[in-house]
């Protein structure tokens, strides 16, 4: 077929060279990566230097709280949260202002709406405060105040050198599969759904019929 009107007639030859193109496909104004390795070794050095200034302290900063992301796209996952609530605190029997000096992120804005969410970070706060060394302020005797740890206990100690300080646990997804049962068997999901979309529909009228026969009654 043909075309229509007194065209040029298509002469595509592929011809374009280095430095030719538009754009970024330009050889000029393309961007190496010769410093890949360069800049590897550089942040490794700069989490060292880091992990060494904060010592003995976690290298990851304050311990923060596990949360569930907003939207339906991300709320089936886990991340890290911006601290730890009050009611959290309180279940975990931690004041809000020693939590700030031993490490604990605190954010009072934040509300736990459910139970399973404040029993999961009282338990990472209680798991926290079980491996938690105090070093006292100062190297005298007179420093050393209740609830350090003995001195004894602070040889040789490793620094927390992870991500998170206590990782952010990974539920499994696995369904374990089993037999159907015969009650599972005998029920029908589309039956089910059918009558509640039904007793949905006519709820309305349901509700005025009853309400008209209680007035006649009355």
């Not at 007639?9 to 990566?33: D, E, L």
């Not at 491996?131 to 602070?154: A, I, N, Q, Y």
Request: aromatic fraction near 4%; include cysteine; charge should be positive.
């Amino acid at each position: 077929m043909g075309h229509g009107g007194n065209n040029v007639v298509p002469n595509v030859h592929f011809r374009k060279v280095n430095g030719m193109q538009a754009g970024r496909k330009n050889r000029v104004m393309m961007r190496t990566w010769l410093d890949q390795a360069g800049r590897k070794k550089r942040r490794s050095n700069n989490r060292k230097a880091k992990a060494a200034k904060l010592f003995p302290r976690p290298a990851a900063g304050l311990l923060r709280p596990v949360v569930h992301p907003p939207t339906q796209r991300y709320n089936m996952k886990l991340r890290l949260g911006k601290g730890f609530t009050l009611d959290e605190l309180k279940e975990a029997k931690i004041p809000r202002k020693f939590a700030k000096t031993i490490g604990i992120a605190v954010d009072h804005r934040r509300r736990n709406r459910c139970s399973e969410s404040l029993q999961t970070n009282v338990e990472r706060l209680k798991l926290y405060m079980s491996k938690l060394l105090l070093f006292p302020k100062k190297s005298g005797t007179k420093s050393v105040k209740k609830g350090d740890t003995p001195r004894s206990e602070l040889k040789d100690v490793a620094q927390n050198t992870l991500k998170e300080i206590i990782p952010v646990p990974k539920p499994s997804t696995e369904i374990e599969a089993r037999a159907i049962t015969a009650d599972e068997k005998e029920k029908s999901a589309y039956k089910a759904l059918k009558k509640a979309r039904t007793n949905k529909h006519f709820l309305g009228a349901k509700m005025k019929k009853e309400k008209a026969a209680a007035a006649k009654d009355a």
